[in-house]
C-alpha cells in the first residue's frame, strides 16, 4: 500500500486497483474509510481506481493538527496526491461528501482536473439549497416498501426539526435500492469506518466560501457528470440538476433505481454511466 506526505507532514495512504487510465476517487462520509467505495461496482475493469484515504481515516495517519480536517484544509493533500502520482491533469471522481472536497479541489485548481464526476453530492460546498420537500418527494417514491411507514416517520420528523437518536438509523433503508443483507451490512460498516472527530470537523466554520466556489466553477471548462440516484433522499434529482447547473460543460444523470450508492444498486448500469464521461 503506498503512502505519501501532505504537505503539513502527515502520512496518507492510497489504493491503487484495476486495468487502464487512472481515475483519482475521493470517499464521503464525511471522513469515511475509502474502503466501502470497493472496485465502484466493477469500474476497475476499465480504469485503474486511485482510492485517497482522507487523513485519519483507512491506512491514513491522524493529523498532528485535527483543526486540518476541515475540507478546505485538506485540497492540500489532493493535491499532494496528484503530484505523487505523477499526473499534469487528474480524472477526479468523488462520492456524497467528499464532493466537497472534490469542488474545493476543482475551483482552486481548475487546470489540474481533466473530467470530474460527481456521484450523489453532498452541496455544501457550493450552497445548493435542498429543501424538506424535495427530500420527502422523492422519499414516497418508495411508499410500497414494507419498510416505508417508521422510515418516512422518521424522515419527516427530521426535516420538521424533531429527530430523535433513533430517526437517522430508521430512515436508511431510503438509501438503497433494497433493503436486504448486504444493504444492512454496508450500513452498519458505516460508523465503523468513519473518524467521528474528523466527521465533526469537516464542515466547520470557514470551510466553505460557496460564492466563490460556484464563481469559479462557472469558468471550469471540462467535461463534468453529476450522477444522481432516482431514491436518494440525500441528494435529491432536483437539487442534483440545479448542482449541475452550476458548470458551463456538465451532464446531468439520474439512475433509474438507486439510492445513495448506486454501484451497489446496480453495478452494470453505474459503470455504463460513469464510463464516457470519466474516460479520457
Known sequence: MPTFAA??????????????????????????DS??????????????????DLRGTG?????????????????????ALRVELGLDRLDLLAHSAGANLA????????????????????VYAVGVEITAEDRLEVARLRGSEPWFGPAFAALKNITAGRATPDSWQAISPFAYARWDETARAVDEADTK???????????TEG???????????????????????????????????????????????VQPGAG???????????VALVLPVSSP
Open 7 to 32: 504537505p503539513d507532514g502527515t502520512r496518507l495512504a492510497y489504493h491503487a486497483s484495476g486495468d487502464g487510465p487512472p481515475l483519482v476517487c475521493l470517499p464521503g462520509g464525511p471522513m469515511r
Open 35 to 52: 474502503a466501502y467505495l470497493g472496485t465502484l461496482g466493477g469500474l476497475t475493469a476499465h480504469r485503474r481506481l486511485i482510492r485517497l
Open 59 to 79: 491506512a491514513s495517519d491522524a493529523p498532528a493538527d485535527p483543526a486540518s480536517y476541515r475540507c478546505d484544509r485538506q485540497v492540500d493533500d489532493v493535491e
Open 103 to 122: 469542488a474545493l479541489y476543482t475551483a482552486r485548481h481548475p487546470d489540474r482536473v481533466a473530467h470530474l464526476t460527481l456521484v450523489t453530492p453532498s
Open 193 to 203: 469506518q468513519t473518524n467521528a472527530e474528523a466527521a465533526a470537523a469537516y464542515a
Open 207 to 253: 470551510a466553505f466560501a460557496p460564492t466563490d466556489t460556484r464563481a469559479a466553477l462557472a469558468a471550469f471548462t471540462s467535461p463534468v457528470l453529476v450522477l444522481a440516484g432516482e431514491f436518494d433522499i440525500s441528494a435529491p434529482p432536483r437539487a442534483m440538476a440545479e448542482y449541475a447547473g452550476l458548470f458551463p460543460n456538465a451532464e446531468l444523470v
Open 260 to 270: 445513495h450508492m448506486p454501484w451497489l444498486d446496480d453495478a452494470e448500469r453505474f
